[in-house]
Each structure stands twice: as structure tokens, then as C-alpha cells.
């Protein structure tokens, strides 16, 4: 069981260019998540997904566009990778969305450890 | 709007010692809250949360969180510190976001704990 799994670790790209982040979860999750995270300011929500064939826009969406054509995994793209998309990407996964049955003690997220994406 | 906030950026306290980290929250209705804690080059990893019930949750590694609704406060506490307890802490709150619900993230506390 390797939980919430991101490839790749790290990506250095020049302004201009595209790439793809694979996040993928073997627990069988519902809702997954793209978060970024910036010094000082935590996690900011980019996308989600509530199922297979779904995604809906975050806080932070612009200059990035996801898939979730099966369950299990959740891509990020970044068409044209920009200086300011320079962060360390997360990706979580959980089995109920956070308003779903708040009390049910399987809504909490699990997080993959990161891809650290450097922008020129 | 609603928010999250962590008043410090970093909090030190020695081994043995007991520890606080501050969480204060603004959200409509009643408030949902989570504790994560990030290791060195690793994802968040979940401590604990309050839904409803006492105000007192515990949680993972013998963390704790006291919920007070008059100071609208989430603060979280250990009661003797471990060196391995050296870590980035992120308050957490569910808000409204459309037809479902998101997290919202404070800044994150980072923690160390000296021997």
C-alpha cells in the first residue's frame, strides 16, 4: 500500500515549457487535490476532483488545467510553465470530500511528499 | 472572508518542556478544524480535528488541540516535547467553496525543539 505517490520528486523547466505532474492514490479515494505551497503562505488549493471524470477549479487555478480520466490518478499541466509557477506541488487524496459527513473519520486527506517544480 | 492565521512563524521550546502552537480561525457557522504536521521533504501528514463534542481532541503523537469558541482559537499542545516533534505544523478550517467544501491552510508554525 503506497498511499498518495507523486512523480516526479523534482523538475527544473524553462519559461515557456510544458509539463505534466502525476499524482497517484492505491486507497481507493473518491476526491483528489492539487495544492501549492509558497513560503509563508501554506497550501493553496488549485484543483480538485470529486470522482472519475470530474475536476473543479481551487483558489488558485489559473496557468493550470488537471485530468482525472481514472480513479486512481490525477494529472496536473502546466502549459506554459511561467517564474511564478516556481513551488513545491502536493498532491492529496481522501476518501469523502471535506463536507461530507464531517464526522466520518475517513475525510481526512492523505498527501504525497511533493514535487518541487523550479521555473526560469 | 474566512481565514485561517498562525501568529508565529516558529516557535522554540526544549525537550521535555511543553509546547503550544497558535491557531486562530474567522468562519461562518461552525467551524471544522484540522491539525497537519509536515516532516522535512515529506507531505502533510494528518494530527488530529474537531467536529463537534469536547473541546479538548486528541490526536496523533500525543498532540492535542483545544478548541475555544469565544477566542475562536484552535491551538495545539503537547505536554513534554520530543526533539523528533521538530516539524512544520498547519492549522487547518473547512470552508464553503460552491457546492462543496475545501481546507483552508494557515502559513504554517515551524517547530524545534532543542535538547
Known amino acids: 500500500n503506497a498511499g498518495v505517490t507523486q512523480t516526479p520528486k523534482f523538475r527544473v523547466l524553462k519559461t515557456g515549457q510544458s509539463m505534466t505532474l502525476l499524482c497517484a492514490q492505491d486507497m481507493n479515494h473518491e476526491y483528489m487535490y492539487w495544492y501549492r505551497q509558497d513560503p509563508g503562505m501554506g497550501l493553496r488549493l488549485i484543483h480538485y476532483?470529486?470522482?472519475?471524470?470530474?475536476?473543479a477549479k481551487g483558489e488558485v487555478p489559473d496557468g493550470y488545467n488537471v485530468s482525472r480520466l481514472k480513479k486512481q490518478n490525477f494529472l496536473l499541466g502546466l502549459e506554459s510553465a511561467a517564474p511564478s509557477q516556481t513551488s513545491v506541488y502536493f498532491c492529496?487524496?481522501?476518501?469523502?470530500?471535506?463536507?461530507?459527513?464531517?464526522?466520518?473519520?475517513?475525510?481526512?486527506?492523505?498527501f504525497g511528499p511533493g514535487t518541487r517544480l523550479t521555473v526560469l | 472572508a474566512q481565514s485561517v492565521a498562525q501568529p508565529e512563524d516558529q516557535v522554540n521550546v526544549a525537550e521535555g518542556n511543553p509546547l503550544t502552537v497558535k491557531c486562530t480561525y474567522s468562519v461562518s457557522g461552525n467551524p471544522y478544524l484540522f491539525w497537519y504536521v509536515q516532516y522535512p521533504n515529506r507531505g502533510l501528514q494528518f494530527l488530529l480535528k474537531y467536529i463537534t463534542g469536547d473541546n479538548l481532541v486528541k490526536g496523533s503523537y500525543g498532540f492535542e488541540a483545544e478548541f475555544n469558541k469565544s477566542q475562536t482559537s484552535f491551538h495545539l499542545k503537547k505536554p513534554s516535547a520530543l526533539v523528533s516533534d521538530s516539524a512544520l505544523y498547519f492549522c487547518a478550517v473547512r470552508v464553503r467553496m460552491d457546492s462543496s467544501y475545501k481546507l483552508i491552510f494557515g502559513s504554517g508554525t515551524r517547530l524545534l525543539v532543542r535538547p
Open positions: 492529496a487524496s481522501s476518501y469523502m470530500g471535506p463536507g461530507q459527513g464531517a464526522t466520518n473519520p475517513y475525510n481526512e486527506q492523505f
Open positions: 476532483s470529486v470522482g472519475e471524470g470530474t475536476t
